[in-house]
């Protein structure tokens, strides 16, 4: 089945525009009131839409309906975000900006939208590539513009932490009715390798062995709450992550249960037998620049050579905390019946407190933009 890229276009001047947009948070906040406004006059409300950051998070089906607990997670991953992506603006950055804005700015930024596009598109199915060049040229024909330059184009770049990296991130809820604290443990691994499938292939194995051990034990035996973990990757950056959201218990205690957990992984690993298989997923190739079509097949390969001494080495290098490559980030929301005092109780040993997003990222360093 052929799978063909094809165009990208954008008015004369894109370049300066994209440049100002990237750069201007009133522009952001224009950008977000836009779709707030076009938003009324879309008739189709179940149309699933892509993660405005561009990251694709583990096995996760983002659509648009979501319980109470999804609503919560998400905006507790939303404040890791601000912490690993170069450029992204919070809620609350958006709003501090929109007092000032009128319906003429918004009018005035429409067209800076429109002077903005970049197409990049796959044409699936039986078709000859005869016939997705033809389709290409129905949009080339219609959008009388000049590609945009590829050095215009956004890319995003992704926080690279430190060695031993032991980062923490505390924040209160703020909806003050909120009881549930959530502790998110996000473990930073590799940047993705152009055309290798290898380290996937062990984040996915490693999540098929001990997710169903991480719920028996804190979800099942301890009764913490709502337990999770799985892969991630980050603007071509591969994680993973450990996330508890509990009701009954604050964020130090959580962060000291899946710890524990995590320290005891070794030992799940050398019980195991030397036969181990995974379930493979579907990649979004093209948004994150792959463009690897067969990378299940390529996946499935890296899998068969696995075993278990692989697993266990590739545990203890980025999950044993005396490991340099054991570089991690816990973001510790605290609900509204939680003490934060408690934080000054905690046994765990903290490297860093990130008190403030901007200023954390103004003294990092960033891996190259790879999407």
């Known amino acids: ?35 707030e406004s076009l938003s009324q006059y879309d008739d189709d409300d179940g149309e699933e839409e892509e993660d405005s950051d561009g990251s694709y998070e583990g096995d996760d089906e983002e659509g648009d309906d979501m319980d109470e607990d999804e609503v919560k997670e998400k905006g507790e991953q ?5 912490l690993l992506c170069k450029r992204i603006y919070d809620s609350d950055e958006k709003l501090s900006v929109l007092n000032d804005l009128s319906l003429t700015d918004l009018n005035s930024f429409i067209p800076v939208v429109r002077s903005q596009i970049f197409i990049e598109a796959l044409c699936h199915g039986n078709l000859s590539e005869d ?8 949009f080339k024909n219609s959008l009388t513009t000049e590609p945009l330059p590829v050095k215009s184009r956004h ?34 691994i590799e940047p993705e390798e152009a055309q290798s499938t290898k380290m996937k292939a062990m984040l996915d194995l490693f999540h098929e062995i001990i997710e169903e051990p991480l719920f028996s034990q804190l979800r099942t035996k301890e009764q913490l709450g709502y337990v999770e973990c799985g892969p991630r990757l980050t603007y071509r950056v591969h994680g993973f992550c450990f996330c508890v959201q509990s009701s009954k218990y604050g964020p130090v205690h959580l962060f000291g249960r899946i710890d524990n957990f995590i320290k005891d992984i070794e030992g799940l690993l050398v019980r195991l ?99």
């Open 273 to 371: 037998n030397n036969s181990m298989k995974s379930p493979l997923e579907i990649i979004e190739a093209i948004v994150d620049k792959r463009y690897m079509f067969d990378y299940s097949h390529k996946e499935a390969e890296e899998l068969r050579s696995i075993e278990k001494k692989d697993v266990i080495s590739w545990y203890k290098t980025y999950f044993r905390e005396s490991s340099p490559k054991c570089r991690r980030l816990a973001v510790r929301v605290w609900g509204c019946d939680t003490n934060m005092k408690e934080t000054q109780t905690d046994p765990k040993s903290v490297q860093q407190v990130i008190a403030e997003a901007v200023a954390f990222k103004s003294t990092s360093q960033f891996y190259p933009s790879l999407c």
């Open 1 to 35: 089945m052929p799978h063909y890229k094809f165009f990208s276009t954008s008015a004369p001047g894109g370049s300066e525009t994209s440049r100002i947009y990237s750069s201007r948070i009133p522009a952001a906040a224009a950008a977000a009131l836009l779709h």
């Open 155 to 188: 890319r995003e770049q992704i926080t690279c932490f430190p060695l031993s990296a032991k980062l923490v991130r505390v924040v209160n809820v703020k909806n003050k009715s909120e009881t549930n604290s959530v502790v998110e443990l996000y473990y930073q």
């Open 131 to 138: 016939e997705a060049v033809n389709i290409s040229r129905i």
């Open 78 to 82: 939303q404040t890791k975000k601000q």
